[in-house]
């Protein structure tokens, strides 16, 4: 995958400043949370495209709770819908429970239980054993820090196809882990399989190089 070095460099330079956010990652992995970052913080760790403006981490169902018990002043949801508008305009439900709050002064968004709902089918993009399985391990001083199989974010960016108009980068950040990212074709069919697409999302992979 890349050059390991300049990913730990952009991890340092993320979590250099954020003393508790870096420990909390280590209490993740001594409660044996099983965890990831993905989505546009992901990026900009192995792309270096942009600063990231917050930390999206995804978490394994089974550990979300345990997740919860160590953050309680952040605000927890469960269940809680939002409409998402791809660039066609195509209004996809995703339902999730999670995490949201700051920590030193850094916004931290917390998943587990996700899933997309598209006329009446479901596509779940949770933190399953395979996906657990496959993530990038990089350190951070004494630190594991997991990076979610680039694969995974791409496959949620290709669900949600958001533009500009929403501040969002979908295609160009796919197309950037595509370009640089070795994607293992493994992986790629069985996490297809578990999460499942629909035309649109096919669309969306092949345009980006997949």
């Not at 239980?113 to 009446?120: K, L, P, Q, V």
């Not at 949770?126 to 791409?154: C, E, G, S, W």
Request: aromatic letters at 8%.
């Amino acid at each position: 995958m890349g050059n390991t070095a300049a990913v730990e460099q952009n991890i340092q330079s993320l979590l250099g400043s954020k003393p508790a956010v870096a420990a909390l990652l280590a209490d993740f992995n001594n409660h044996q949370i099983r965890w990831a970052i993905y989505a546009g913080c992901e990026t900009a760790l192995l792309v270096a495209n942009r600063v990231p403006t917050d930390i999206d981490i995804i978490v394994h169902d089974d550990d979300f709770e345990k997740t919860a018990g160590l953050l309680p002043t952040l605000r927890r949801y469960d269940d809680e819908p939002e409409i998402v508008t791809t660039t066609e305009g195509q209004k996809i439900n995703f339902v999730a429970c999670g995490l949201v709050g700051q920590l030193e002064s850094t916004e931290i968004d917390i998943m587990a239980g996700a899933a997309f709902s598209i006329d009446g089918h479901e596509f779940p993009v949770r933190l399953t054993d395979a996906a657990v399985n496959n993530r990038l391990r990089f350190r951070y001083q004494d630190t594991d820090i997991f990076l979610a199989n680039p694969f995974d974010t791409i496959l949620i960016k290709a669900f949600m196809r958001r533009g500009a108009e929403q501040n969002k980068f979908d295609k160009p950040d796919a197309e950037a882990l595509a370009k640089i990212i070795s994607i293992d074709s493994n992986y790629r069919r069985q996490r297809t399989a578990e999460v499942g697409k629909t035309p649109e999302v096919e669309r969306f992979l092949q345009e980006v190089g997949l």
